[in-house]
T-cell receptor, first 110, second 117 residues
Framework: QKEVEQNSGPLSVPEGAIASLNCTYSDRGSQSFFWYRQYSGKSPELIMSIYSNGDKEDGRFTAQLNKASQYVSLLIRDSQPSDSATYLCAVKGGSYIPTFGRGTSLIVHP | DVKVTQSSRYLVKRTGEKVFLECVQDMDHENMFWYRQDPGLGLRLIYFSYDVKMKEKGDIPEGYSVSREKKERFSLILESASTNQTSMYLC????????????????FGAGSRLTVL
């Protein structure tokens, strides 16, 4: 059984701080890693994807991947109230199907 | 700019009714998925399809069936709706399962919130 684990939160950070969201996965054959953001009442949308060890930056977002530790994280710098949402980690190996974590709720308070 | 369209945003049905949820994508994607999402349970895969007329069961297929007669359309069918099928249903598609990693990104529809009374 492939598993993707996330702390459900909520993770509460002040505006302007760095939010750190973490995800661990069980399948060592995983090849592709994704972070989706889901606002309340809306559907998930892709924020970041990462495929090799190390960091990948896109604006205020940085995805970090460590395959040896089976760990992927998302850092949000200069957090804004508009970043308040649930963040879903998804992991994919060689099959058609990505495995999703249950998501971490992030609250950025002014 | 809508790429994955779900036919109904909100539905209210009665127990025992047959329910059709339609999903259409205009991106020529190979793969299509149906998920349900419930508080605290995350996204659970019901069925997916990797080609026309091809389908595979996901984690919770009981009580559901699917149809994919055309590449762009993937339908979810509740043969006899029950109250425990009250949920948010999300359709998604991806270009393919192999090749470039970007091809594996899921694009979701807006969701269909089903209430079964």
């Amino acid at each position: 059984q492939k598993e993707v684990e996330q702390n459900s939160g909520p993770l509460s950070v002040p505006e302007g701080a760095i939010a750190s969201l973490n995800c661990t996965y069980s399948d060592r054959g995983s090849q592709s890693f994704f972070w989706y953001r889901q606002y309340s009442g809306k559907s998930p949308e892709l924020i970041m994807s990462i495929y090799s060890n190390g960091d990948k930056e896109d604006g205020r977002f940085t995805a970090q991947l460590n395959k040896a530790s089976q760990y992927v994280s998302l850092l949000i710098r200069d957090s804004q109230p508009s970043d308040s949402a649930t963040y879903l980690c998804a992991v994919k190996g060689g099959s058609y199907i990505p495995t999703f974590g249950r998501g971490t709720s992030l609250i950025v308070h002014p | 700019d809508v790429k994955v369209t779900q036919s109904s945003r909100y539905l209210v049905k009665r127990t025992g009714e047959k329910v059709f949820l339609e999903c259409v994508q205009d991106m020529d994607h190979e793969n299509m998925f149906w998920y349900r999402q419930d508080p605290g349970l995350g996204l659970r895969l019901i069925y997916f399809s990797y080609d026309v007329k091809m389908k595979e069961k996901g984690d919770i297929p009981e009580g559901y069936s699917v149809s994919r007669e055309k590449k762009e359309r993937f339908s979810l069918i509740l043969e006899s709706a029950s109250t425990n099928q009250t949920s948010m249903y999300l359709c998604a598609s991806s270009l393919t399962s192999g090749g470039l990693a970007g091809a594996n990104v899921l694009t979701f529809g807006a969701g269909s919130r089903l209430t079964v009374l």
